[in-house]
């Protein structure tokens, strides 16, 4: 089995790929950082895995694409993606620049757009595969301080349910996350308990879960919040 996650070398995005390497998945890892790729390159390094690592700009639809068309010919059929890649600036919509919103709207829903079409067309040809796009809790209700990135995150679950949409009559699963407040990097240097937030491990295993469910069975969407935030 092969999985593509982007924004693979922090929070999420790395909590699914030790997961997924840990269950046997070879793994297409996408970020901007060469550096954190080649220290999870080698974290994650075991005789028996295929571990390739692209540096790209997701924000920059010319390496996206650059990047697909490699990964096709260096990695062959793709099993799971994770659309994980994303930005949060926060700020008054009415008050920022239109540049906020344009960078959040690259990364938030443009990449996931353009690598979804890619693969959703060859999973739909082959008839499986399952596409995972990490959404967020602003997807439905807008966070205070958030206005654009909630725009953007609300986007990327229309997009979501699009893709089920077109891809469930061809045997391909589509599920969004929908995570509240998570320890990741943008929570550094936080006095907030850890016990307070949701942690990349957990969503971790449950898109493993996921995955190992009956062939006839789509979750649509996983709401996971805080206990007690």
């Not at 790729?37 to 295929?50: H, N, T, V």
């Not at 971790?204 to 996983?222: M, P, Q, R």
């Amino acid at each position: 089995m092969r999985a593509v996650i982007t924004g693979a070398t922090k929070g999420i995005g790395r909590a699914i790929a030790i997961k997924l390497q840990a269950a046997g998945y070879d793994l297409a890892l996408v970020a901007r950082s060469s550096h954190d790729l080649d220290e999870l390159q080698e974290e994650l390094s075991l005789p028996d895995r295929m571990i390739k690592t692209y540096q790209v700009d997701c924000s920059v639809k010319e390496e996206v694409y650059q990047f697909l068309h490699q990964v096709r010919n260096e990695f062959g059929d793709i099993d799971v993606l994770v659309n994980n890649v994303g930005i949060y600036l926060p700020g008054s919509l009415l008050d920022e620049s239109d540049e906020v919103f344009e960078e959040q709207q690259a990364l938030n829903v443009n990449a996931a757009y353009y690598i979804s079409k890619f693969f959703g067309k060859e999973m739909r040809s082959r008839r499986s595969g399952h596409i995972f796009n990490i959404c967020s809790v602003a997807s439905k209700t807008p966070v205070e301080n958030g206005g654009s990135y909630s725009v953007t995150k609300a986007a990327m679950l229309s997009l979501n349910h699009v893709l089920r949409q077109e891809l469930a009559p061809h045997h391909v699963k589509v599920t969004a996350f929908l995570p509240g407040s998570t320890k990741t990097a943008s929570w550094e240097g936080t006095t907030i308990p850890d016990e307070k937030f949701v942690q990349p491990v957990d969503i971790a295993e449950t898109l493993y879960t996921i995955l190992t469910l009956s062939k006839g069975v789509n979750v649509d969407e996983v709401l996971i919040t805080p206990l007690d935030f």
